[in-house]
């Protein structure tokens, strides 16, 4: 157990819909990253949180944002869905207490299919 | 910029034979290395890391990896595959000046009965 967890496990949902995904990294992590695995793209970065500041950005769609809470759980909201967007979507956490460039811990991450 | 190298896609190997798996990176700053595992349907697990400390890296499961700066290569290896083994390996470099994680295009291991 890595001590990430990631809500729901499963979504289905229809194109054109909305869904947030929702991630509570380990306690004391303050770095939260989203990644997103497909079978044609492999792992892609999307964008990492800080103690609540927006951090870095990698591939992430304009019809997808994401926020960092105080609480430091973060979500992840998809909208105007596309079939494409049918991947499995993962929170990692790091950062101790401030110490960063240590590993990632992944969450079990959150499956979406868009029908 | 940071890069890394996943020399092989798929790597077949039987059972109780030794595993390899390349990982070549690029950092221009020292770089910290790590291995993933990933199983079908599950989140990365770390098998091992690597941070300035000992060039020789034991991780879990009997894996281990050297870091060759002057090949700047991270290879992964295991004496004795075993069944559970199967799965996809991912090789990650993070820069310490920026702290990005930059993933390989990840090597899946078949382990052959």
């Known amino acids: 157990d890595s001590g990430v967890t990631q809500t729901p496990k499963h979504l289905i949902t229809a194109t054109g819909q909305r869904v947030t995904l929702r991630c509570s990294p380990r306690?004391?992590?303050?770095?939260v990253y989203w990644y997103q695995q497909s079978l044609d793209q492999g792992l892609q970065f999307l964008i990492q949180?800080?103690?609540?500041?927006?951090?870095a950005k990698g591939n992430i769609l304009e019809r997808f944002s994401a926020q960092q809470f105080p609480d430091l759980h973060s979500e992840l909201n998809l909208s105007s869905l596309e079939l494409g967007d049918s991947a499995l979507y993962f929170c990692?956490?790091?950062?101790?207490?401030?110490?960063?460039?240590?590993?990632?811990?992944f969450g079990e991450g959150s499956r979406l299919t868009v029908l | 910029a940071q890069s890394v190298t996943q020399l092989d896609s798929h790597v077949s190997v039987s059972e109780g034979t030794p595993v390899l798996l390349r990982c070549n990176y690029s950092?221009?700053?020292?770089?910290?290395l790590f291995w993933y595992v990933q199983h079908p349907n599950k989140g990365l697990q770390l098998l091992l890391k690597?941070?300035?400390?000992?060039?020789l890296v034991k991780g879990i499961n009997g894996f281990e990896a050297e870091f060759k700066k002057s090949e700047t290569s991270f290879h992964l290896t295991k004496p004795s595959a075993h069944m559970s083994d199967a799965a996809e390996y991912f090789c990650?470099?993070?820069?310490?000046?920026?702290?990005?994680?930059?993933f390989g295009t990840g090597t899946r291991l078949k382990v052959l009965a």
């Open positions: 990650v470099v993070s820069d310490r000046s920026t702290y990005k994680y930059i």
């Open positions: 690597y941070t300035s400390a000992a060039t």
């Open positions: 950092s221009s700053y020292s770089p910290s």
């Open positions: 990692a956490s790091s950062g101790e207490r401030g110490r960063e460039g240590g590993e990632l811990f």
């Open positions: 306690s004391g992590d303050l770095s």
């Open positions: 949180y800080y103690n609540g500041e927006e951090r």
